[in-house]
């Protein structure tokens, strides 16, 4: 089984999974991913071993690079790498061990300040739309060495919601 690790500390965890925050006066949309501000220019590790599955730019998003990982549950999984500047120097099927960088931290696309913002999904398009999953969370049940918890409590349910969002706005879908 592939040995995982938390990219940054908890202590740089600035959005988190499922969270609605009010920007502006407005409530936001479910979190799809877990934000970690670092200072622009910082290396991004990958979480795991796996093999690129895309690269892609998005005007939300900026660079992503989505990666596989097989984790506790046995099941692939997929983890976005989102808002880097510049193309990550990795092309579809190239392999990646835990820890090797994958890119920098920068804005790129949608972004409030430099940050890392990952996702985990079940397929490879999920950092776009669809299912997303709890990253953390995952990263906590399969990390050999457990992180020192969020920075905010979270409840329960919040950390297990799936998050269905329309591919072109973003907005969230009801089932």
Same mark, same amino acid.
């Given at each position: 089984?592939?040995?995982?690790?938390?990219?940054?500390?908890?202590?740089?965890?600035?959005?988190?999974?499922?969270?609605?925050?009010?920007?502006?006066?407005?409530?936001?949309?479910?979190?799809?991913?877990?934000?970690?501000?670092?200072?622009? !220019?910082?290396?991004?590790? *990958?979480?795991?071993?796996? =093999? @690129? $599955?895309? %690269?892609?730019?998005?005007? /939300? &998003?900026?660079?992503?690079?989505?990666?596989?990982?097989?984790?506790?549950?046995?099941?692939?999984?997929?983890?976005?790498?989102?808002?880097?500047?510049?193309?990550?120097?990795?092309?579809?099927?190239?392999?990646?061990?835990?820890?090797?960088?994958?890119?920098?931290?920068?804005?790129?696309?949608?972004?409030? !300040?430099?940050?890392?913002? *990952?996702?985990?999904?079940? =397929? @490879? $398009?999920? %950092?776009?739309?669809?299912? /997303? &999953?709890?990253?953390?969370?995952?990263?906590?049940?399969?990390?050999?060495?457990?992180?020192?918890?969020?920075?905010?409590?979270?409840?329960?349910?919040?950390?297990?919601?799936?998050?269905?969002?329309?591919?072109?706005?973003?907005?969230?879908?009801?089932?």
């Amino acid at each position: 089984m592939a040995k995982f690790m938390f990219p940054f500390p908890d202590s740089k965890i600035t959005g988190h999974f499922g969270k609605i925050r009010t920007i502006k006066g407005k409530k936001t949309n479910p979190h799809r991913g877990t934000d970690w501000a670092m200072p622009k !220019g910082t290396p991004i590790p *990958a979480v795991s071993a796996g =093999t @690129v $599955k895309l %690269v892609q730019y998005s005007k /939300v &998003l900026g660079w992503v690079l989505v990666q596989s990982v097989y984790g506790k549950d046995k099941k692939t999984k997929y983890v976005g790498y989102c808002h880097m500047k510049e193309k990550p120097a990795y092309k579809v099927g190239d392999k990646l061990k835990m820890g090797q960088t994958i890119g920098k931290v920068d804005t790129e696309g949608f972004s409030s !300040g430099p940050h890392l913002h *990952a996702t985990l999904s079940p =397929t @490879v $398009k999920g %950092v776009f739309s669809g299912t /997303v &999953l709890d990253l953390y969370k995952y990263l906590q049940e399969n990390a050999e060495k457990p992180s020192t918890g969020r920075t905010e409590p979270q409840n329960l349910k919040e950390t297990a919601k799936i998050v269905h969002a329309c591919p072109h706005c973003g907005k969230e879908l009801k089932k």
